[in-house]
């Protein structure tokens, strides 16, 4: 949906030409355990944090072909020592909702399996995929698994 002039009626911008655009994604068939929250901005409830980091993790271990924006979202969720854990009881719902083989994430796993899997990614063309989703001047050579694996110690 896009509101065109929006920003500026609210004077959230002095650009009368800037377009609010909000994506809307609607999940039919969604595993059980998310945790949600509403936000006082436009009252629209979402996924919490660790939820999201749950949702990344599922993407990451369930896509045949790693994508560089999920890799950079990985990179983004775990730099930041605020971010909570997984939610694991999504993460292991949507696991097995999409046929997982692996064993169940706990506490104490969750981040081992994370590591393994990194280490089985392609990662020649992750630089170039990212390039188109993030902010220009964005170093790209920042997604490397040693900096993965360094922001999955803490």
Do not use: C
Not at 4 to 12: D, F, K, Y
Not at 137 to 146: K, P, W, Y
């Amino acid at each position: 949906m896009r509101f065109p002039g929006l920003l500026s009626e609210l004077e959230l911008s002095g650009q009368q030409s800037e377009v609010l655009a909000v994506k809307i994604e609607v999940d039919t068939n969604p595993p059980a355990g998310a945790g949600l929250v509403t936000t006082v901005v436009l009252q629209l409830q979402h996924h919490d944090q660790a939820s999201l980091l749950a949702g990344k993790l599922n993407a990451i271990f369930q896509r045949a072909d790693t994508k560089g924006r999920d890799l950079y979202d990985l990179l983004w969720y775990l730099r930041d020592p605020a971010w909570p854990p997984p939610n694991l009881t999504l993460l292991n719902n949507a696991l097995a909702q999409t046929g997982w083989q692996g064993e169940v994430l706990t506490v104490a796993n969750w981040r081992a399996q994370v590591r393994e899997r990194l280490r089985r990614v392609d990662w020649k063309d992750i630089q170039s995929d990212v390039r188109p989703f993030v902010e220009p001047g964005f170093d790209s050579s920042l997604l490397r698994l040693e900096n993965l694996e360094r922001v999955l110690e803490k």
